[in-house]
């Protein structure tokens, strides 16, 4: 393991309660005393010097480095490689950009290295006890490694939470849209909390009985049950709720904007992840935020409603998104699996997430079921399991929807969501209007509803329009 912060050393620690014996590397003397301390009668060697470090490895060697993404990957790089021998390997088990770990495995394969890219879910506490693991790369590599990742891995009535994804940045690239889906239920969970703690008044330990209530049914999620635990913790310094002494700015290291950019590339709808990167960004406007809620001022009368009821709705409405927002991800992997020939098979992809990384979720268990019986579902909403779920909950979707609205409190991110829901289920959008005016101004042409072909309208020229039987031919621009 090269990086021994608290994710490195916590999976090697996991490792060697698995019996393995291992090594780690830092330069950083503290870091590498303090897990020579830990590590007790573990088989962990720690050293401070590379060399060291190198020679205690046997060959062919398998090298995990867990560093911050970007530069420190390539610094790693620069600096292990040359130390490194044909048919080893090295594996970036960081939040990586898919595109530096493809550039990546194609330079160490010049020289004979394989070269992995593997997500890494479930924070400090998941790589000590069983982390989600994402594995992507050379598969004969991969089976070297397998029984470790397998051991470390979190388990799911017996499975590990860990299977080889796919070639060059498969692994990493399934990593990000786990972010991507991580920052869209987090923004849901936000807007719920909004919804209750300011358009309903109700207390912390209220919302600490809530999100604990949901995270005991069909909502039995990770982010519920951490949400529930938030709004118990009290700040030991001034007695108050943490949750209120908290700055409401949501920062982001760059994966949900990963995941949004890529599904532009793709031309995939992701819009409730979309706006979950939107509303960090605009979170992080707080002066202008401050400044603007006194300008800004719209009367807006109080929630006058029946609260449980309320409550019960916006529990069904969270369900109802959390489906939509996995059915984008998955749709982004299921297009990115074929452009990049990832061949990812989503029935492995749902069944590592049910365990270890951060948005493990009961709903993933019907998820694996969905692609299990249909492995090329182009969409969830098409399952009939999923596709009922979500039509039981719709109406309670645009409900609290609609007392957001009254309430002046946005939901952005449950907007979004039934957004896509009617979308989707549209067999007719309004965008023959943006073809026409696409033709109007720009002569992009269209096509005919009643006639193939590509087609061309001199739009502000009087115009005799002669039938369509004919029109395909004699106005084909194209
Ligand atoms: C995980 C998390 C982890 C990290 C995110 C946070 O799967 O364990 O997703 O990777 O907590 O990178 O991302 P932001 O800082 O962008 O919210």
Redesign the pocket.
């Known amino acids: 393991m090269v990086g021994l912060g608290v994710m490195g050393r916590n999976l090697l620690l996991n490792m060697g309660d698995h019996g393995f014996s291992v090594a780690g590397f830092d330069l950083d003397s503290t870091k590498v005393e303090s897990l020579r301390q830990e590590a007790g009668n573990r088989k962990i060697f720690a050293t401070t010097a590379l060399k060291e470090f190198i020679l205690a490895l046997k060959s062919p060697r398998a090298v995990l480095m867990l560093v911050p993404a970007g530069a420190p990957v390539d610094a790693v790089i620069r600096d292990v490689h040359p130390h490194l021998s044909e048919g080893d390997l090295l594996i970036d088990g960081g939040?990586s950009f898919f595109k530096d770990t493809n550039l990546r495995e194609k330079t160490l394969a010049e020289k004979k290295i394989h070269f992995f890219g593997m997500g890494?879910?479930?924070?400090e506490s998941?790589a000590r006890y069983g982390p989600s693991l994402m594995p992507g790369g050379d598969k004969t590599a991969y089976n070297r490694i397998h029984p470790i990742l397998e051991a470390i891995a979190a388990k799911v009535n017996g499975e590990p939470c860990v299977a080889y994804l796919g070639p060059t940045s498969a692994g990493h690239y399934v990593k990000i849209i786990?972010?991507g889906i991580?920052?869209g239920l987090t923004q849901l969970l936000a807007e719920t909390y909004d919804l209750m703690h300011r358009g309903l008044d109700l207390t912390n330990p209220e919302l600490h009985d809530i999100y604990h209530d949901w995270s005991q049914g069909e909502l039995n999620s990770y982010l519920v049950e951490i949400t529930a635990n938030i709004f118990k913790q009290v700040d030991s310094e001034t007695g108050k709720h943490m949750i209120d002494l908290i700055l409401d700015t949501a920062?982001?290291?760059?994966?949900?904007m990963w995941t949004a950019e890529s599904a532009m590339e793709l031309h995939v709808p992701t819009n409730t992840i979309d706006t979950a990167v939107t509303w960090r960004n605009l979170s992080s406007l707080k002066d202008e935020r401050q400044a603007a809620s006194e300008l800004l001022k719209v009367s807006s009368a109080p929630f006058s409603g029946d609260k449980k009821a309320f409550v019960n709705q916006l529990k069904n409405a969270l369900y109802a998104a959390m489906i939509i927002t996995f059915t984008q991800g998955m749709t982004l992997l299921r297009t990115a699996s074929k452009t990049y020939g990832y061949d990812l098979n989503l029935e492995v992809v749902s069944r590592i997430w049910r365990g270890g990384?951060?948005i493990r979720a009961g709903l993933l268990e019907k998820m694996r079921d969905a692609y299990r019986k249909q492995s090329d579902l182009s969409n969830l909403l098409t399952d009939p399991v999923l596709s009922k779920e979500v039509l039981a909950r719709q109406a309670d979707l645009r409900a609290i929807i609609r007392t957001s609205v009254d309430l002046g409190i946005p939901t952005a991110a449950f907007m979004a969501s039934l957004a896509y829901f009617d979308g989707y289920r549209s067999a007719r959008l309004p965008s023959n209007l943006t073809q026409a005016q696409r033709d109007y101004f720009g002569a992009h042409t269209y096509e005919r509803t009643d006639a193939k072909g590509v087609f061309h309208t001199r739009w502000d020229a009087p115009e005799v329009v002669p039938p369509p039987a004919l029109a395909g031919k004699e106005r084909q621009t194209l």
Do not use: D, F, L, M
């Open positions: 939040n890494v879910s479930g924070g998941g786990h972010n991580e920052y920062k982001q290291k760059g994966t949900g990384c951060i």
